[in-house]
């Protein structure tokens, strides 16, 4: 079965770091486009951030409001993408979500094909 797992949400204050995980089960993360996408209350989901499959994975790609802060990552071996955040802003505050896609090469649109259930960042003073 099929499974994404996000972990290493929180409470973080402006400025502040999370480095967030999404742990796959069922399948090898390294054969499909991964992306970040993230829900804040009272907006559409937006995508954050992607990248593709292991044999293209310098293909990576960011939302505007994310680049230079941002950055995405994968461990193979751990079969676990991560999303480093940095110099956060209470804009930020969103429910991440991560999502796998059965396509290879990334896009942030919302046409992943599995998604895991979210974790909530929240940046205030």
């Known amino acids: 079965q099929v499974q994404l797992v996000e972990s290493g949400g929180g409470l973080v204050q402006p400025g502040g770091s999370l480095r967030l995980s999404c742990a796959a089960s069922?399948?090898?993360?390294?054969?499909?486009?991964i992306g970040w996408f993230r829900q804040a209350p009272g907006k559409e989901r937006e995508g954050v951030s992607c990248i593709s499959s292991s044999d293209n994975d310098s293909d990576l790609y960011y939302a505007d409001s994310v680049k230079g802060r941002f950055t995405i990552s994968r461990d193979n071996a751990k079969n676990t993408v991560y999303l480093q955040m940095n110099s956060l802003k209470p804009e930020d505050t969103a429910v991440y979500y991560c999502?796998?896609?059965?396509?290879?090469?990334?896009?942030?649109?919302?046409?992943?094909?599995?998604w895991g259930k979210g974790t909530q960042v929240t940046v205030s003073s």
């Open positions: 069922g399948f090898a993360l390294d054969d499909h486009a």
């Open positions: 999502a796998a896609a059965n396509f290879r090469l990334c896009v942030l649109l919302n046409n992943y094909d599995y």
